[in-house]
Every structure is written in structure tokens, then in C-alpha cells.
């Protein structure tokens, strides 16, 4: 089994937050393949189901992002989930908007969700990261990270959010780096072939004694 967990504040106020981008790609990948009604249990909406042939537990901790670690502890520890088969997924503000990586362990670059769920659990997670982007002045961060996805913004959160969802499989088998690469493929647009000159068209560099 492997535990994913999504982190976000939970609430009306907090739900279309930059913040929260981590609940919204567990909500994808449990509507994407059929996952169980969510249940209140370790101080979190948990509910369960499979990815690939793998059984998984999503994991929406309700105790605020910087109590995170609670959930994840009761829950890794009940059901012996190794630190090697949870999967957190955040937003990353020091990556590009809309970009996905995947690494085990690492720091916590001032995230008070990690910052939870390491001191709880320890370190050697895997951090599936969410590119918010940066907005550019130290002063403007928590404006930016506590802020609404705007309308521009969900022409690439939506088409990610899915593409998340339809490569979580590979997570669930151990290729971080395919998930990486499907999402990619599935979130680049597709050049548009250039078109054939048509027969009844003019010829080009005629020379001069044509």
C-alpha cells in the first residue's frame, strides 16, 4: 500500500488557494480512478482505493498545513506504510507554474506542511512538488501563496490537475521518472504540422527567364 497525501488548509475560504494545490490534485486522482467516499479519520478526509494493481490511501489532513505531520503519523503508522511509499504533494514556490517534480527527501524550503510531516514521520518521504511560481518580491509571497488561482491560471491548473491524476499510476509502481515524463507529455501542446503548399499555388524563386 501506498499513502499519498495532499496538503492544504481545509475550508471554504482556503479551497481555491495556491496553497491548496496539493488537495486538489488528490481530489483528481481519486476521482480519476473511482477511489471510495472520504471518511473522517486521523484528523483527516481519507478515503481509498487502487492505482494500477496497487492499493493506496489518500490523505487530506483537516488540522491546518502546519499540524500536517499528525495525520500522516496515525495514518503511515496504522496501516505500516514505509516512509518510502508515502507521497506528499505541495505547491512549490521556487518552481515554474505548472512545472511537476519528484524527489525523495530534500529539504523543506520553509513549508510548514514538510516542516510538520518531517518532524512527525522523518525526512525520507517522496515530495511530489507543484510549480506556483514566484511573484517576483519577497514582499508579495504570502499575498501570491495565500491567493486564488486566477481564471488566467486554470488554462494550466485544470489540464496539470489531470494530468497528475492520469499518471499517478506510475508512482504507484515505483517509476517516479515515468510519472515525470507522462505528466510532461501529457501537459505540452502539440505543434501544429505546417501546412503543404497547395498544387494550384504560385511557384517561388522563378528565374528571370521564366
Do not use: C
Not at 505547491?91 to 512545472?99: C, H, N, V
Not at 511530489?128 to 511560481?133: E, F, L, S
Amino acid at each position: 500500500m501506498l499513502l499519498i497525501v495532499g496538503l492544504g488548509n481545509p475550508g471554504e475560504t482556503y479551497q481555491n488557494h495556491r496553497h491548496n494545490v496539493g488537495f486538489m490534485a488528490v481530489d483528481a486522482i481519486a476521482a480519476a480512478h473511482g477511489f471510495g467516499p472520504a471518511r473522517l479519520k486521523y484528523r483527516a478526509h481519507v478515503s481509498e482505493g487502487t492505482l494500477g494493481s496497487e492499493k493506496a490511501l489518500i490523505v487530506k489532513p483537516m488540522t491546518f498545513m502546519n499540524e500536517s505531520g499528525n495525520a500522516v503519523r496515525d495514518a503511515a503508522a496504522f496501516h505500516k506504510i514505509p516512509l518510502d511509499r508515502i507521497f506528499v504533494i505541495y505547491d512549490e514556490l521556487d518552481l515554474a507554474e505548472g512545472k511537476v517534480r519528484v524527489k525523495l527527501g530534500g529539504g523543506n524550503a520553509g513549508h510548514n506542511g514538510l516542516r510538520s510531516i518531517s518532524a512527525h514521520v522523518g525526512n525520507d518521504y517522496w515530495r511530489v512538488r507543484i510549480g506556483i511560481g514566484h511573484p517576483g518580491e519577497k514582499e508579495r509571497v504570502t499575498g501570491h501563496v495565500l491567493g486564488n488561482f486566477t481564471k488566467a491560471d486554470r488554462t494550466w491548473v485544470d489540464p496539470l490537475l489531470d494530468a497528475i491524476a492520469q499518471a499517478a499510476p506510475f508512482l504507484a509502481k515505483g517509476d517516479e521518472a515515468g510519472f515525470m515524463n507522462k505528466v510532461t507529455l501529457l501537459t505540452t501542446p502539440k505543434k501544429e504540422p505546417k501546412p503543404k503548399p497547395k498544387d494550384d499555388e504560385p511557384r517561388q524563386n522563378k528565374s528571370k527567364d521564366e
